[in-house]
């Protein structure tokens, strides 16, 4: 896999539950802040949305946005209403689609579900908002998927949960691939650093090997850069130094590894440690727990994300 596919199969990100809000007249809404990964969409019409530090993003029809670990925020189309609150408001409980009055505006949304201890790596990388403008030459996949997948959250065929399920999936991969078109994808930390033809090629070859013994002068060399100029270069992006980004993507390999039941020595050796000891120091370095109690916890169905 390449690197973006292996970070977001390891860390089992999906989409989760997708809603539909239809609106008419004057109307605002505020929603609660969530630990989470979000996606939203405007179908059709027009509002904005405001995260109370005093700038309002307009939204129009086709722009599409990504919500990390965002504060509470308000939907609205009118500054003057007070907002309600958005989850009391509607039956959520029962559906998916919240209708108020007619379908002026339509606005589509659902969340990424991730193994929480691990996505730091992801929602790092994002900025709290993340607009994909339709103007946005890059975005017209965008729109046909958001097209779909809205089409699927109104339906009742068979199998729509599942689809809804796979094209939210397909969505996030497509929004961070316009998002790098997007002013060259200033500010995506760790995501631009896939897409930089030296820094991204190191992380490839970290991720393709990670049981190699990686050297900082090996891995500069590799991309034909200093190792002073490939350091900077690298934290600057990635938010890590190489070999510090190597050790914690060689812990989320290793715990992945447990999970699944495989022997302390035998994920040790996977991810290239000569001896149980070292690797548990390291494991117990970046998770706080001691691998072979993880391993156990995780046969219980205890452990931690």
Known sequence: MDPLSEVLSLLNVKGSRCTRLEASGRWSYRFPAKPAFKFGAVVHGACWIDFGDGQRHPLSTGDCFLLANAPDYVLANDEDMAPEDGIAAFDWARSDVARRGGDETVLIAGTFSFEASGAELLLRSL???????????????????????????????IGAALLTDRLVD???????????????GDGLGWISALADPRIGKAIQLMHGDAAYPWRLEGLAASVAMSRSAFSRS????????????????????ARHALRRGSTVSAVAAEVGYSSESAFGHAFKRIYGEAPRRYGRMSEHGNARD
């Not at 403008?133 to 699927?152: C, F, H, K, M, Q």
């Not at 996030?172 to 060259?184: K, M, P, S």
């Open 170 to 184: 397909v969505l996030l991969v497509q929004v961070l691939r316009t998002a790098l078109a997007q002013d060259e």
């Open 234 to 253: 690298f934290k600057s992006l990635v938010g890590l130094a190489p070999l510090d980004y190597l050790l914690r993507w060689r812990m989320r390999l």
């Open 127 to 157: 900025p709290r908002f993340l607009l994909i403008p339709a103007r946005n030459a890059s975005a017209g996949v965008v729109r046909s998927t958001l097209g779909i997948l809205d089409t699927e959250i109104r339906g009742t065929q």
